[in-house]
């Protein structure tokens, strides 16, 4: 019999992992990152309590944006009406409202 002491965090020699064995080689994996499609989509479909009309109603981020842009552009703004009418004609373009502010995205000539 060796000498060696064992104990707690040091097992007999003859029941250790053998070399190139591992308990669980599959282990738990990397963790999973989130793609930036993803955050954005997570970030515009949060609720967000807003007033309308001197009442308040859950929106999605998403509306009050386009809300926000459209009171602005009742106001005045050419910048909001021209951004309302190209969200317009992406709207019927694409048929997908999802995808609108990802095209609203790539024009660089807004906002």
Known sequence: MTDEK??????????????GNRANPLGRGAK??????????????TFETVSVGGKKTKVTRLEAIVQRIGDDALRGNLESARALLRLRKCSIATNDF????????????LI
Not at 9 to 19: E, G, L, V
Not at 34 to 45: E, F, P
Not at 98 to 109: A, G, K, P, T, V
């Open 6 to 19: 064992t104990c707690y965090a040091n097992p007999p020699r003859d029941t250790r992992f053998k070399p």
């Open 98 to 109: 999802q995808r609108i502010i990802f095209l609203y995205s790539e024009m660089d000539d």
């Open 32 to 45: 999973k990152r989130d793609k930036h499609s993803d955050v954005v989509k997570r970030l515009l479909h």
